[in-house]
């Protein structure tokens, strides 16, 4: 098991969780400029939206901070967040707000106190508040919402492969989401575990995220016979197959839209969970996995795109590493935020891999003693 820090970061393993990091704050910063529009306006606007532009509106709690191109937004800075307490924890994150290493509201709150500008404090409090007193103070006023669905990318790079442990980890550690939503987030780490397998191709994918989700569906004997049972227990799975059905019909990420904002509509909120793992999907189906085409395809369809791209973002980078990530992209977010050190993280992280495989062995071996 490679060990040393400069054999490691020359692994596919690194490449792909640095990809992934990379891929999932270009698709942040492509889709800030025109989030919250819809695709006829992207469209008469700027015809196809594939390359990275300058913020029109001025920066704000939950956007960019900075208005120049590549500027990212909430979704990386929580993404990063996430990644910290991951790694301070050596994998083992962890919610609440008592002040122990890979604790994530801990880290929110140190990073809240920490914080220079009234941004950052404005972008981090709500989090912190929602943190430390739980139901009292639930993100977005409990709407089923992107919240952790956008940042947890981080949950599915360290569990390579395992789907399952992705998901779970995820709706462990997730404090912001609730209901359905949070079914959402931890789908979408384990898509990016699922993701990090060897030949890991979008059909791979998505059934991994589908048969997590399934997996951790807590049913009664008389559950399926209930009117609303389609809603609450199975809609992400529902929306997911959806919009993999319609993808692997038209087969082209421009072509699904029409279809999409008819068919994956959940409410009038574009941030809304279901809807986000449903279009990242997608999008990666449409594209044939393509990495390029994935990011572009989220980022035109509108709506909360830059949530949809960020996902479908990490998703890509981790099934191809870099050699998929566009170079004139990576470099335009690097510069503009000079504060995201995505190599160092990157790093961090492939080092919590190697640390829960170690445990992992030294479990087996002693099972393996046993019987």
Not at 1 to 10: G, I, Q
Not at 261 to 284: K, P
Not at 315 to 342: C, F, K, S, T, Y
Request: aromatic share 8%; glycine share 10%.
């Amino acid at each position: 098991m490679v060990v040393d820090t400069e054999e490691l970061s020359e692994t596919s393993l690194y490449d792909r969780i640095h990809a992934a990091m990379v891929a999932a704050a270009i698709g942040d910063a492509m889709g800030g400029p025109v989030e919250g529009w819809d695709y006829e306006r992207i469209q008469e606007t700027h015809g196809v939206v594939d390359r990275l532009l300058p913020y029109g509106f001025e920066p704000d709690y939950h956007n960019h901070f900075r208005t120049a191109p590549g500027s990212v937004t909430d979704d990386t800075r929580l993404r990063q967040l996430v990644a910290e307490a991951i790694t301070a924890g050596g994998g083992r994150a962890r919610t609440g707000a008592l002040p122990r290493r890979g604790n994530l509201v801990w880290r929110i709150v140190q990073a809240y106190h920490r914080a220079g500008t009234e941004l950052e404090r404005g972008f981090l409090e709500e989090y912190a508040l929602g943190g430390v007193y739980g139901e009292e103070k639930l993100i977005w006023g409990g709407r089923m919402t992107n919240g952790f669905l956008m940042a947890n990318a981080p949950l599915g790079l360290i569990c390579p492969g395992d789907p399952e442990t992705a998901f779970a980890l995820s709706y462990d550690v997730d404090f912001i989401s609730d209901g359905y939503a949070k079914v959402a987030a931890a789908m979408g780490a384990a898509a990016v575990a699922a993701a990090m397998a060897p030949g890991a191709t979008p059909e791979i994918v998505v059934e991994g995220a589908l048969a997590a989700a399934s997996a951790h569906r807590v049913e009664g004997p008389l559950t399926r016979s209930w009117a609303w049972y389609n809603h609450v227990f199975t809609l992400n799975e529902r929306m997911v197959r959806t919009a993999v059905e319609v993808a692997a019909e038209v087969g082209d990420v421009f072509a699904v839209r029409e279809a999409y904002y008819r068919r994956l509509r959940v409410s009038d909120l574009g941030s809304e969970a279901a809807q986000t793992v449903a279009v990242a999907l997608g999008m990666l189906v449409a594209a044939g996995g393509d990495l390029r085409q994935t990011i572009i395809g989220c980022v035109n369809y509108g709506r909360d795109n830059d949530s949809y791209a960020t996902l479908a973002g990490a998703i890509a980078g981790a099934m191809h590493g870099m050699a998929a990530v566009p170079e004139d992209w990576r470099r335009i977010v690097e510069e503009a935020n000079p504060e995201l050190d995505l190599a160092a993280t990157s790093l961090r992280l492939a080092r919590v891999v190697v640390a829960r495989h170690r445990r992992d062995q030294r479990a087996l071996d002693t099972v393996s003693g046993l019987v």
